[in-house]
C-alpha cells in the first residue's frame, strides 16, 4: 500500500483530537448527593419543627436534581465551561451544607463532653503551649488568627492551583478528598452536640493578645457560625484536606501540598489557642482528613475513557494516513 507523507494538516489534526467526555457521573458528585439525601432523611428522623422539616426536604431534594440536571446536560453536549462549573459548584455546596447543619441544632443544658475535651486544652496551653506562641509577643497569635479566617479560602485557592498546573482532568481527585473529609464531619455534627470553648468556658484560657484579626473571626463566628458542634473540627479537616487532595491531582508540585501543609498546622494550632475549638476537635477533624487522604491515596487510578481514546483517534489517523 502506498504510504501518503505525513503533512502538517494531519499533525495539526492528530494533536486537537478531543475525545467526547465520559458519560458518567464524577466521585465528587456522588458524594455531594449522598450527603444531601442523608440530610434529606436526617429530617424526618430528627426532632425538627414541621415546618422547617418541610423547607430542609425541599432544599435537600432541589440540590440533587439541579445536580443531576447540571450532570446529564453536561454529558449530553460537553461544554468547557459546563466542566469548569462541574469543578467549582461542589466548593459552593460545602457552604450550604454547612448552614443546613446548622438547622439541627437542638438545646443542651449538660456540657459532659466539653469538660473532659477542656482538661486537655489547659494541659497543653497551661504547660508550655500558650507560652511558646506568645514569645514574640503578638507576631505568632496575629499569624494563627489570619490563617485562621483564611481557612475559608484554601480549598478554593487549592483548585486554583491544581488548574494553574496543568491538572484540570484530576480536579474530581482533589475534590473527592476535599468534600469526603468536610461533609463526613458534617454529617457528625447533630450526633456531637456541643459549644465552643470560648461560649462554655466564658473568659476563660482566652488568649493575652486581643489582635485585630481575632476580633474578625469572632464577628464571623457570632454572625456565620452554627451551633449543632464543633466536633469534629471540619475547619482543620478542610484544610488539611486541600493539602491532601492538591498532592494527589498535582504531585510534582511538591511545593504547593508544602505550603498548604503547613496552613493547614497553622489552622489546627489557631482552633485550639483561640478557644474556637477543643484540642479533641482538631484532633478528630485532622484524623478524619489523614484517613481520607489515604484511602483516596490507594485507590487503584483507572484510566479514564478520556485519555483512552486520544490514542485511538491517532491510531485512526495513522491507518488513513498509510
Known sequence: MRTVPATPCLTIVRHTVRPVAAKAIRYSEWIVCAFFAYASLLTFLWPTPPGLRTRLALLNVTVILAYAGLVCLSNSKPRLASEVVRDWLPLGLILVAYREMGWFALPHQGHAMEARWVVWDRLVLHHGGRAAIEFLGPVLPSILEIGYALVYALPPAALAAVYFYGGRDKADRFLTVVLLSIL?????????????????????DLPTYDT?????????????????????????????????????????????????????????????????????DAAGGGAVATLVGVLCGKRKRVPSPRHQEIPRAANRLDRLAS
Open 212 to 280: 485585630v484579626f481575632r476580633r474578625f473571626n469572632l464577628w464571623m463566628l457570632g454572625n456565620y457560625g452554627i451551633h449543632t458542634s464543633v466536633f469534629p473540627s471540619a475547619h482543620v479537616a478542610g484544610a488539611l484536606s486541600s493539602a491532601f487532595g492538591a498532592r494527589l491531582a498535582i504531585p510534582r508540585r511538591k511545593w504547593v501540598f508544602r505550603v498548604l501543609l503547613m496552613a493547614a498546622l497553622l489552622i489546627a494550632v489557631a482552633t485550639v489557642y483561640g478557644r474556637y475549638h477543643y484540642l479533641a
Open 184 to 204: 463526613v464531619c458534617y454529617a457528625q455534627f447533630p450526633f456531637w452536640p456541643s459549644e465552643p470553648p470560648r461560649a462554655v468556658f466564658f473568659g476563660q
